[in-house]
């Protein structure tokens, strides 16, 4: 079948809303998926229409007060920015930024069905846990960290897992993060149920500090104050991330002097509520 603009964009843009397997930030209904894919294959602007409708219509949809989390003050302040944001993307963006097949998309649609929260330099989806195979990948010193970091969490999930929206960098910043780190502190804090915070990322890798030390904070903050840095895997298609800003590191990594390599944090809640970073530098605006 076929979907018509005049007809059926109304029930495209309903089908968000059908309740989703997955925990991932970016799972949606699989008839809406079909529907999208359909759509990209068969009409000749593909599903761009139809996906900026459904930007609006979730616009217009959303409620902070259907969170099914509790908020504090400051990260209900950040979706302030975010819908503004969101407004003008609906407006301004080109056809070819509303697939489903660009992931910077997929996070603005997590935004606005309460899978993606924000807490300023990155999101977090608040469905997710540790994967055990970090046990094995590190060898048996790694095995050692692993049990050590989910028995200070308490278990392996839920976690908020971190992500970089690539459209949104402007707190991406040591003093950004820091106020990251506080508004994931205040999260947990009227959240008890979730265990602490895990991402995975080339940026906390310990040897990036030889290539980019200006990065370094990034896994140092963390680590100091009671975050398990784990081994995740070899980057070797430089697909991560690592080379799409920095020239240098894309000049090391054609000449074989750098390698991108995958870390996972696993930051249990315990110590994040201790609030150690507070040592390095207050983030402005807090006492």
Known sequence: MVLHMTTDVEEYCALALAPVAGTGYAALPEKLLALEQELSTKERRGA?????????????????????WKLPKCVALLYGAQLKRLQFTATNKPDRYFSF???????DLAILLHRLIPFGAEFANPHSGIPR??????????????????AASRGTRPFLELHMHPEVKEAFHPAGWLECYEHLADFLQL??????????????????????????YLREVPEQCGAYILF???????????LATSPTRRRLYASGDYQPRLF????????????QWRQFQPPSGRD
């Open 101 to 107: 097949q660009n992931d910077p998309f997929r996070k």
């Open 191 to 216: 959240n008890p149920s979730l265990r602490g915070v895990q991402s995975t990322s080339w940026f906390l890798d310990p040897k990036l500090v030889r290539v980019s030390p200006r990065l370094a």
């Open 48 to 68: 761009a229409p139809f996906n900026k409708r459904l930007l609006i219509f979730l616009l217009q949809e959303f409620s902070l007060s259907e969170s099914p």
């Open 264 to 275: 996972t944090r696993i930051w249990p809640v315990a110590h994040i509520l201790r609030r």
């Open 232 to 242: 995740a895997g070899a980057d070797r298609e430089g697909k991560s991330g690592a």
């Open 133 to 150: 195979s970090l046990a094995i990948k590190g060898g048996p010193r790694q095995a050692i960290r692993f049990l050590r970091a989910t």
